[in-house]
């Protein structure tokens, strides 16, 4: 008998970065010097500081031992510590805080946690792909809420049907966001926690960019700063984007003990927590946050943000500078969709962006910048963006 996979697999939408995946490979095969803005992924290395913890802890014996389910202690305590100076929210390290295997583990596991078969989650969009392929697999019915540049890139939450709401299980939300790069002003989220308590929904705020910011006088927000937001929310916080730690896999949720406690059991049955040595960074990556190694991140993604916006926007593109991310959200010549203007970018100047249809539908007219690509590199980009006609 033929293997069959799974129905489930069929909920899910193409994969719409094949076409550029195959010209990008074509162009390397070709022998081109391609400049890769594609990969949402820091290229610099982690700081040395927290390899160095993370060295000498792989040699403790309990280290090698599974983990405990929600996190070592020490590693809930320091992020509650962490979480409090920076947010000014104080969390109970036993049941508000738990390890995860990197925020994308806790989203994709989430919706078992808290969606019945039928039940609506409503997703921004464009968005990280995520929430709509974990929503359909926990039979949940996802509701796209568009991000508008009118908007400033939030939903509007009027516009979200009251039949919807009634059947709305969860929300996501996503700020400082990605792909749009846009910041959520404190009101925002206090009009989504209301909406949540009216409707009786869950809202999960996936927040990995907030410590990668450009403006110190202009830190990002955590939803749970509104008061009663702890009632109906939970927070993904990750140590990926800010301390350079992708690879490492280790990131913690925040927020309503319930629902935390249920993300738990799923999790049970699922994985055995996050490896131990690898905890012990993250203690000390945390514990050093405000560490010069850390601030000196966002400056080079400062100065590569200040190098490329004034170039797309010079070179046919229209970009407002995001206050937060790595990412440049940015809205193609006019008359182009994002795949034609991402195709014509690789076959025509070796430049990889990423097409914002693959992140949704209102993400067309667009396409994303990493700023994971040096200096020197995006002045080389310039001068090729500078010989093709729009
Ligand atoms: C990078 C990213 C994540 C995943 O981060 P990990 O903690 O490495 O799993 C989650 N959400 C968004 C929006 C991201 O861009």
Redesign the pocket.
Known sequence: MPFQRAQRLDLLPPYLFIDIDRKKRAALAAGKDVIDFGV?DPDRPTPKFIIDRMATAIYDAKNHRYPFDTGVPEYREVAAAFFEKRFGVRLDPSGEIMA?I????G?GHLPLAVINPGDVGLIPTPG?P?YHAATLFAGGVPHEMPLTEERGFLPDLDAIPAAVLDKTALMFL?YPN?PTGAVAPLDFYERCVRLAKKHDFVICS?A??TETYFDDADRPHSILEIPGAKDVAIE?H????TFNM?GW?V?FAVGHRDILAALAKVKGNVDSGVFGAVQHAAITALQGVDRPEVAEIRRIYRERRDTLVPILNRRGFHVSPPRATFFVWARCPAGYTSMDCAGRLLEEAAIVAIPGVGFGKPGDAYVRFALTVEKDRIALADSRLANMKW
């Not at 990750?238 to 984007?241: A, I, V, Y």
């Open positions: 949402g995860l990197g925020s994308k583990e989203l990280y995520v996503n990605n996936d990995p960019y993904m990750s140590l990926s984007k992708t896999r990131a």
